[in-house]
T-cell receptor
């Protein structure tokens, strides 16, 4: 167990709806990153938050947005869901602002859009 | 986009044999990390090798890095059935202060037969 928890573990949504995924980072970690993993693929970077500020973003549209709270927990929000948004969403926390050290991943949220 | 590409995509071996997985990447890096993922769950960090290192060991794991060829290999010695999982390499690049996200390859599915 990494100490990073994500909720919910599974979710089914209808196309066009909005979804919020949550992540509690490991104690003491000030950086949270979100990744999308499609079936059979490697994770793709969505964005990163460092001390409550967005600190980098991958190639994802603005309907993917996030927040980081003072306790360093984080949310990923996706608006206007599309079928292709069906994936495993992974949250990773780390101590530094980036990948200079190892990242600790949660177990993921499996999102299915129908 | 995927930075690294793992080779082979799938590998099946007998328990006790060694498993070697390769990773190639495209751009200059700060470090390269290997992660393991069981059945679509969270990723577990295995080992990190910095760009100025050539080889690193951790238990039954041995990682090499050749920055001139932009490639890395992961060797698992004396494999066990419990090593069955997907293995991903991930590179970290970018200047100080940037997000330095993990950029993953597409993974190698390792099956260790008892």
């Amino acid at each position: 167990e990494t100490g990073v928890t994500q909720s919910p573990t599974h979710l089914i949504k209808t196309r066009g709806q909005q979804v919020t995924l949550r992540c509690s980072s490991q104690s003491g970690h000030n950086t949270v990153s979100w990744y999308q993993q499609a079936l059979g693929q490697g994770p793709q970077f969505i964005f990163q938050y460092y001390r409550e500020e967005e600190n980098g973003r991958g190639n994802f549209p603005p309907r993917f947005s996030g927040l980081q709270f003072p306790n360093y927990s984080s949310e990923l929000n996706v608006n206007a869901l599309e079928l292709d948004d069906s994936a495993l969403y992974l949250c990773a926390s780390s101590l530094t602002g980036g990948g200079l050290t190892e990242a600790f991943f949660g177990q993921g949220t499996r999102l299915t859009v129908v | 986009s995927q930075q690294g590409e793992e080779d082979p995509q799938a590998l099946s071996i007998q328990e006790g044999e060694n498993a070697t997985m390769n990773c190639s990447y495209k751009t200059s890096i700060n470090n390269l990390q290997w992660y393991r993922q069981n059945s679509g769950r969270g990723l577990v960090h295995l080992i990190l090798i910095r760009s100025n290192e050539r080889e690193k060991h951790s238990g039954r794991l041995r990682v090499t890095l050749d920055t001139s060829k932009k490639s890395s290999s992961l060797l698992i010695t004396a494999s066990r059935a419990a090593d069955t999982a997907s293995y991903f390499c991930a590179t970290v690049a970018g200047p100080s202060g940037s997000a330095r996200q993990l950029t993953f390859g597409s993974g190698t599915q390792l099956t260790v037969l008892p």
